[in-house]
């Protein structure tokens, strides 16, 4: 990395980084994308007991009106689902192969933002979206480019003694009884 | 080694909702090759102590990402004081801002992980004379972002979907 970075004088401590499994976004496209059905994708998949981990819909006349994440898993289940409603079909777009790696907590400072913003532009790694929570910044890349990144915000983040990048070993599912 | 827990209920518990008014959402189109430069400035923006309700980005067509801040009113003189001093004119250009707007945001267990949530947001506020600006799921979390005065609205429509402490 050069050394324009001259406006971190320390490394940012944090207190961990997740990394997800495997992902596909979902784009809404807004080509005559009436709001019912961005309401009926939603509707479609809480359904099929599809969960997205990740949403991020705007709906302020962009040509792309919203950007979700599903498990890789579920991606053959949900063009299944959508093959019935052609409207919908016509008007989403799929990215294979991202995950999200997640740092916390942001303490809602524009710092991290700025530096993650930094590396990864200077490393040229894809960002195809991201968004705060409450504690942490989730940020949408390559799945395959996950590792190379985290090495990167290594290099000016902290993490606690014995922390490393963890990836859930939990997971939760909802059923209906 | 993976554990499973299944999780399911009638009505999706909260931990409660997070109401806050007099916002502006500012919207920055950040062009091909601009985000490290973008991130200089943000990281200058984050010595001002200008702090965030919520931030996300996400493409708004090919190559071309928006990033939303949403801040309190009274940053927001000092940020476009900023933008106008230190970034260049094609960068101050691909500025929006958009005042002023409210936010009501929940967070409930494992929301992150349970199918239905979003759903369940937007089958409230459907047809129901809200218009939803922003919808952000992100963690546990739910953040939803609505023109002033709206506010009042959505609150007991997201109050009756889901279960409040």
Known sequence: ?177 | METFAVYWEPKPKTYGFKEVVDLSLLDIEIRPGKMSQWGLWLMELADLDIGFHLIFAKYSMHQKLRFYILLENRWVDSLLSYIGKETDQDSEKDLYLNYPVELISFQGPHFGDRYGIADTAFKALNGQGVPILITVCSGAAVYIVLPEKKLQDARPLLLEAFEVP
Do not use: W
């Open chain 1, 1 to 177: 990395m050069d050394n324009t970075l001259e406006i971190i004088d320390k490394k940012i401590r944090i207190n961990g980084i997740k990394l997800s499994t495997e992902l596909v976004q979902v784009n809404l496209l807004n080509r005559f994308f009436p709001q019912d059905s961005k309401a009926l994708f939603f509707r479609l998949l809480a359904q099929h007991q599809i969960n997205i981990p990740l949403i991020l819909v705007s709906g302020m006349g962009e040509r792309i009106i919203g950007s979700c994440c599903v498990a890789a898993k579920d991606i053959d289940r949900i063009k299944i689902i959508v093959a019935g409603e052609p409207k919908l079909k016509e008007n989403l777009e799929f990215i294979p192969g991202v995950g999200t790696l997640s740092i916390f907590p942001h303490h809602s400072n524009l710092k991290l933002l700025g530096l993650c913003f930094y590396l990864l532009g200077k490393l040229h790694l894809p960002l195809y979206g991201m968004a705060s929570s409450i504690s942490s910044l989730t940020f949408i890349t390559d799945y395959s480019q996950l590792d190379e990144a985290v090495s990167t915000l290594l290099e000016y983040i902290d993490l606690p003694p014995n922390h490393s990048p963890f990836r859930p070993e939990v997971h939760v599912i909802q059923k209906k009884r």
